[in-house]
Structure formats: structure tokens, C-alpha cells
């Protein structure tokens, strides 16, 4: 899978180093839509040699190619998502659980301003997840 990867990072012109392929390999195989600091101390864990500031750059440098999308859900705090076909987010304002949610994107066209070009729509709904509506019954 590593080559593979290398060379989706490269044909998005990234250069696919081991910390970025590391960062990459991370958000493909955990859907969890975590924030830097959890994929950092998950990656620590395998390898001391990772810094914060590794896997802050990497993040940034994948989102901005179109490989993962950064989810600014709350003021906070920032979440990353390896998943890239069409799909909205559920936030959970309670217990800060994110899930995907199926949309058909073809049928949703929000309107847009005249005259501007729109390269990315983010559909988020917040709440309570099923388990925080449980608890505070």
C-alpha cells in the first residue's frame, strides 16, 4: 500500500515523505475524523521521532492538495477527515463525537453568490448523538 500511496501523493504534487505518508496511511485506515494531536500521539506511539509540528505541516500540506479534508467544526479545535467522496458531518455538541453523513451532493445545490466560483461545500448538522440523548434523558 506505502507505494501506492506514494504515488497518489505524488500525482497531487506532494512529496510523499515517511511522515506524510505516515499522516496519510493514519486518516485512510481510522475514520474517526481526529484531531492533530490524536494522530499525533498515535503515530508518537509507533515512532518517538514524529513531532506535533510534523504532523500539524503534513495535515496542512495534504488538505491543501485535496488528499483530506480539514473539518472546522467548532472554534477549538480541528478535525481531519481521509475520506473524500461526497458526505456531510454530524457534530455532537455534547461529547465531540463527528459521523459521516450520507448526502446525494448531485441532488443538494445550495445557491451561490453571482459571480464566484465554488471549490468546496461543507455540509455540518450539530446536536446530540444517540448516546448523549440517552444520558441527559
Known sequence: MGKDLAAVLTAHGVRPTKQRLAVYTYLLE???HPNADSIYQALVA????FSRTTVYNSLHILADAGLIRELLLTAEEQHFDGGMEHH?????TDC????DVPFDADAWHPPSPTDCRITRTEVVQYGLCQKCQ???L
Not at 465531540?96 to 459521523?99: E, H, I, P, S
Open 96 to 99: 465531540g463525537a463527528v459521523l
Open 134 to 136: 440517552s444520558k441527559n
Open 30 to 32: 481510522h475514520r474517526t
Open 88 to 92: 456531510g458531518h454530524f457534530y455532537c
Open 46 to 49: 509507533k515512532d518517538p521521532r
